[in-house]
């Protein structure tokens, strides 16, 4: 903790934002997918409370991050104005594709900053292609270049383009998939699996990589793999149970889900990490959320 409020200290000393804070929380969280910063208005500064994934895996970066917001929020360029925002409920659509655009511009600032990150430019583009199913990947492609290019952005712009992509000024216009293209797509991701598989560079770290997911498959029953742009998924009743991200090199992201306190927990699986207990957390939290489901 006393290195997480450390590196929190440098990095608002070096966006210059320390005379604006006059205190920071940090609570810990289980996964990278969780972290966020709440702020609260007091006067004339703010409160920020910052939850952080407790690995020390990017951990300069992933704070440095967080802190762009605030960033972008204190910026009266930015033209924050949070009551123009989409509402999560109402509009879960547009709220996603607008916390995807305020990402990409946070993300690619920290590439240009040359700082590293847990979400780089490959894996952001892909949870962005991922999430972009009503259209063809080429168009989407060519909208997250262009988000991923713009270096700067106001606050009803990205309101603006999470209502519409056709706002954006492209070469290229944005083509819907058709049925068929996406019939076809959804084949190609079924093989996908090997695909991740055959980017792991090491075969014995392949090999264990592949033990899992076929450890997965058998032990949980009723468990359906599939293959996402960034990673493979094990769902269960239709929800996410597992999900392995590969990250290019002799190791991968494990994320599971915890139905007892209904959250997400993230762990780094590396060569050196013992398979065996890898396999009995799958079975420990499968064994959860298969007995809730028979409750039910």
Same mark, same amino acid.
């Given at each position: 903790?006393?290195?997480?409020?450390?590196?929190?200290?440098?990095?608002?000393?070096? @966006?210059?934002?320390?005379?604006?804070?006059?205190?920071?929380?940090?609570?810990?969280?289980? %996964?990278?997918? %969780?972290?966020?910063?709440?702020?609260?208005?007091?006067?004339?500064? @703010?409160?920020? +409370?910052?939850?952080?994934?407790?690995?020390?895996? !990017? =951990?300069? $970066?992933?704070?440095?991050?967080?802190? @762009?917001?605030?960033?972008?929020?204190?910026?009266?360029?930015?033209?924050y104005k949070?009551?123009?925002?989409?509402?999560? &409920? &109402?509009?879960?659509?547009?709220?996603? /594709?607008?916390? &995807?655009?305020?990402?990409?511009?946070?993300? %690619?600032?920290?590439? /240009?900053?040359?700082?590293?990150?847990?979400?780089?430019?490959? =894996? /952001?583009?892909?949870?962005?292609?991922?999430?972009?199913?009503?259209?063809?990947?080429?168009?989407?492609?060519?909208?997250?270049?262009?988000?991923?290019?713009?270096?700067? !952005?106001?606050?009803?712009?990205?309101?603006?383009?999470?209502y519409d992509?056709?706002?954006?000024?492209? +070469?290229?216009?944005?083509?819907?998939?058709?049925?068929?293209?996406?019939?076809?797509?959804?084949? =190609?991701? $079924?093989?996908?699996?090997?695909?991740?598989?055959?980017?792991?560079?090491?075969?014995? *770290? /392949?090999?264990?990589?592949?033990?899992?997911?076929?450890?997965?498959?058998?032990?949980? +029953?009723?468990?359906?793999?599939?293959? +996402?742009? !960034? $990673?493979?998924?094990?769902? !269960?009743?239709? &929800?996410?149970?597992l999900e392995?991200?590969?990250?290019?090199?002799?190791?991968?992201?494990?994320?599971? *889900?915890?139905?007892?306190?209904?959250?997400?927990?993230?762990?780094?699986?590396?060569?050196?990490?013992?398979?065996?207990?890898?396999?009995?957390?799958?079975?420990?939290?499968?064994?959860?959320?298969?007995?809730?489901?028979?409750?039910?």
């Amino acid at each position: 903790m006393e290195e997480k409020k450390a590196i929190v200290q440098e990095v608002i000393n070096i @966006l210059g934002i320390a005379p604006l804070i006059s205190s920071v929380i940090i609570e810990n969280e289980d %996964s990278p997918w %969780s972290e966020k910063a709440h702020i609260k208005w007091k006067k004339d500064h @703010l409160d920020v +409370k910052a939850f952080v994934w407790d690995d020390p895996t !990017y =951990l300069y $970066g992933r704070i440095y991050r967080l802190f @762009l917001y605030i960033v972008d929020v204190l910026n009266p360029i930015f033209e924050y104005k949070p009551r123009i925002s989409p509402d999560e &409920q &109402q509009e879960p659509t547009v709220r996603e /594709r607008y916390n &995807q655009i305020w990402s990409i511009y946070v993300d %690619s600032r920290m590439e /240009r900053l040359e700082i590293e990150n847990f979400f780089d430019k490959t =894996l /952001r583009k892909n949870i962005f292609i991922d999430s972009e199913k009503n259209l063809s990947s080429a168009a989407a492609n060519t909208i997250f270049d262009a988000l991923w290019e713009k270096e700067s !952005y106001t606050y009803p712009e990205i309101i603006e383009y999470a209502y519409d992509l056709k706002k954006l000024k492209l +070469k290229t216009p944005i083509v819907p998939v058709d049925t068929f293209n996406k019939h076809i797509t959804d084949l =190609l991701h $079924g093989s996908s699996v090997s695909r991740h598989l055959e980017n792991i560079p090491s075969s014995e *770290f /392949r090999e264990t990589v592949n033990d899992i997911i076929s450890f997965a498959a058998y032990h949980c +029953k009723d468990a359906f793999i599939l293959s +996402k742009y !960034y $990673g493979i998924c094990i769902l !269960y009743n239709r &929800q996410v149970f597992l999900e392995l991200i590969p990250t290019g090199k002799d190791s991968l992201y494990l994320t599971v *889900f915890d139905g007892q306190t209904n959250t997400f927990s993230t762990l780094t699986v590396t060569k050196e990490t013992d398979t065996s207990s890898i396999q009995e957390l799958i079975k420990e939290k499968y064994a959860l959320i298969a007995k809730q489901d028979e409750r039910l």
